[in-house]
Antibody
Framework: EVQLVQSGAEVKKPGESLKISCEAS????????IAWVRQMPGKGLECMGI????????RYSPSFQGQVTMSADKSSSTAYLQWSSLKTSDTAMYFC???????WGQGTLVTVSS | QPVLTQPPSASGTPGQRVSISCSASSSDIGTHTVNWYQHLPGTAPKLLIYSNNQRPSGVPDRFSGSKSGTSASLAISGLQSEDEADYYC????????????FGGGTKLTVL
């Protein structure tokens, strides 16, 4: 059974760093793109970018280029999304999904507030 | 990069058939297939339709998808209260700079 399990909710202050995770199981992790999707409060779904764990090739959606960093660790079948300096506008639910969106993580709520 | 436009809201009564449209800004959509997702607040989105009109196993046949030209549609027949959710169309193409483009979403209300 394919599963994507994300790390738990985070509460951070502006300027802090953060790395959230998405652990995959039930399939060959290196062989499928993983996407990160943001949903801001009351808004729709936005793809932040995708990463191919096989060679760590990344494609950042234009709105998110330079704002976040995606990475993947084949040894632990885990994808990561990180921020170096959070802003209050980063407050959102973040989902990981396998390419095409057949399988999704449960979401990680990130709250950034002073 | 295509932009996908959906109506912000739709509604219907139990048992009715409703349709949600997804219009692309360019003819690029002609070379891509469209997926549809159902999203209930606080849960992960669920794939309803892939490749324009294919249902994953477990999705009731009340849900159907179609595509013609630069538009796609999701139809829900025999509307049920549990169908009240947000619905998104999307195109996936990992060769694009913007690899997964979502429509703005349609809030479906079951009256």
């Amino acid at each position: 059974e394919v599963q994507l399990v994300q790390s738990g909710a985070e509460v951070k202050k502006p300027g802090e760093s953060l790395k959230i995770s998405c652990e995959a199981s039930g399939y060959t992790f290196p062989s499928y793109w993983i996407a990160w999707v943001r949903q801001m409060p009351g808004k729709g779904l936005e793809c932040m970018g995708i990463i191919y764990p096989g060679d760590s090739e990344t494609r950042y959606s234009p709105s998110f280029q330079g704002q976040v960093t995606m990475s993947a660790d084949k040894s632990s079948s885990t994808a990561y999304l990180q921020w170096s300096s959070l802003k209050t506008s980063d407050t959102a639910m973040y989902f990981c999904a396998r390419e095409g969106g057949r399988f999704w993580g449960q979401g990680t709520l990130v709250t950034v507030s002073s | 990069q295509p932009v996908l436009t959906q109506p912000p809201s739709a509604s219907g009564t139990p048992g009715q058939r409703v349709s949600i449209s997804c219009s692309a800004s360019s003819s690029d959509i002609g070379t891509h297939t469209v997926n549809w997702y159902q999203h209930l607040p606080g849960t992960a989105p669920k794939l309803l339709i892939y490749s324009n009109n294919q249902r994953p196993s477990g999705v009731p046949d009340r849900f159907s998808g179609s595509k013609s030209g630069t538009s796609a549609s999701l139809a829900i027949s025999g509307l049920q209260s549990e169908d009240e959710a947000d619905y998104y169309c999307a195109i996936w193409d990992d060769s694009l700079n913007d690899p997964w483009v979502f429509g703005g979403g349609t809030k479906l209300t079951v009256l």
